[in-house]
């Protein structure tokens, strides 16, 4: 996962040093790590599995094109108007760092005519060592979309992430734009591009300005799939 350079290669072993180091430098560039989240609330009631993938464009530096980021996770509706989520970061823990985020999706106005729905996130992203002694690193993340209707069951939405890094603190914003659609009664997926943390200068470092946009920021695109229980 995560080629940070060309140059740095890690191990296992190395937990602490992603937890104090490499997970900052990547949350700069993949704020709001599991990425795709859900556009709108679920029913009342109503559960899914979720998963996302995908990450910053980098072709100098990744065989793949993009710096690959992967998450899994459940989402329940508890009204009608809140969703509870969880994901796991998966791709971290071939590095022995654990990656999970845990929040809820606010309906705070419904669509009518060409008015969107506004949603309303909040979640708490963690990171910590698996099979060694780690600092626990936790990033609160706020996220408020709009959305519209395309047809009968599909959706465009854009919106933004407000990423907090408590040390240094520092507010990470990462606007995003994206379409939902179904691909059968119980599958729904959805293409989103992000521009990760676009007010952080990003020439230099992880990914050394290879997807910035004017200096700053990383360009990702990402796909997210929502699999109703």
Partial sequence: ???????????????????????????????????????????????????????????????????PYATAGYAYGVSEDVTLHGSAHLLLAAFGVAGVDLGARMRLMPESGAI????????????????????????????????WSVGESSLIYAGSHATLQLSPSTVMASPFAGYQF???????????????????????????????IAGTGSFGIFIGGMIAL
């Fill in 182 to 212: 179904p691909v059968s009664d119980a599958v729904r997926l959805q293409v989103e591009a992000i521009w990760q943390a676009a007010n952080v200068d990003t020439r230099k470092g992880v990914f050394e300005g290879q997807s910035s």
């Fill in 1 to 67: 996962m995560l080629t940070v350079s060309s140059r740095m290669k890690f191990t296992s072993h190395r937990a602490p040093l992603l937890i104090c180091i490499v997970v900052p430098a990547l949350l700069a560039a993949l704020s709001g790590c599991s990425m795709v989240q859900p556009v709108r609330v679920l029913q009342k009631g109503a559960s899914a599995i979720t998963t996302s993938i995908g990450g910053a464009l980098v072709p100098e530096s990744s065989p793949t094109g993009v710096v």
């Fill in 116 to 147: 969107p729905e506004l949603t309303f996130g909040a979640q708490i992203i963690g990171f910590g060592g698996i099979a060694r002694s780690a600092p626990v690193r936790l990033y609160p993340n706020l996220t408020l979309n709009a959305s």
